[in-house]
């Protein structure tokens, strides 16, 4: 029907005409009470905020010389992240001094680490150096959950 006539009904009936798709050829437009129109729109828009889940990212850390069983025992706790679709940072932090000649045990450790989640995590970042040399160093590795097909 043409803009009037819409108009017009849309005035006997004491609502509003709400362009819902301006684009369509010929535009679609409902008459409706625009506040209650607006509402149920932003309600909709909360409704699709709180279903997409935001990956949040878990840290774990590790030190230089760690045992197998500790590091056994934070990889439980990586694999649970994991497994509720987070992302796991895994770091190996403050890498001081001297400690800064055995940076390659450090990085083996994250390389084991990543093998071993290889069947339920992607490798999104490789075990990479960073920091100051010889002050403050760190190993940096995230692994992601495998996308599901």
Same mark, same amino acid.
């Given at each position: 029907?043409?803009?009037?006539? %819409?108009?017009?009904? #849309?005035? =006997?009936? =004491?609502?509003?005409?709400?362009?819902?798709?301006?684009? #369509?050829?010929?535009?679609?437009?409902?008459?409706?009470?625009?506040? @209650?129109? @607006?509402? !149920? %729109?932003?309600?909709?828009? +909360? /409704?699709?905020? +709180?279903?997409?889940?935001?990956?949040?990212?878990?840290?774990?850390?590790?030190?230089?010389?760690?045992?197998?069983?500790?590091?056994?025992? *934070?990889?439980? &706790?990586?694999?649970?992240?994991? /497994?509720?679709?987070?992302? $796991?940072? $895994?770091?190996?932090?403050?890498?001081?001094?001297? %400690?800064?000649?055995?940076?390659? +045990?450090?990085?083996?450790?994250?390389?084991?680490?990543?093998? !071993?989640?290889?069947?339920? #995590?992607?490798? /999104?970042?490789?075990?990479? *150096?960073?920091?100051?040399?010889?002050?403050?160093?760190?190993?940096?590795?995230?692994? &992601?959950?495998?996308? +599901?097909?």
């Amino acid at each position: 029907m043409s803009y009037s006539q %819409a108009m017009r009904l #849309a005035d =006997e009936k =004491e609502l509003d005409l709400v362009l819902i798709s301006p684009t #369509a050829n010929p535009p679609v437009a409902r008459i409706t009470d625009y506040g @209650k129109f @607006k509402f !149920d %729109a932003i309600r909709r828009e +909360k /409704e699709q905020k +709180k279903a997409s889940k935001q990956a949040k990212i878990k840290e774990i850390q590790l030190s230089l010389n760690i045992q197998e069983n500790e590091v056994a025992f *934070k990889m439980k &706790a990586a694999r649970g992240f994991i /497994e509720d679709g987070n992302k $796991v940072k $895994v770091a190996i932090n403050r890498i001081r001094g001297r %400690a800064t000649m055995n940076i390659d +045990k450090g990085i083996a450790t994250l390389t084991k680490v990543a093998a !071993d989640f290889a069947d339920i #995590a992607d490798l /999104e970042t490789p075990p990479t *150096k960073g920091g100051v040399p010889g002050r403050n160093m760190n190993i940096i590795m995230i692994l &992601a959950p495998k996308k +599901k097909k």
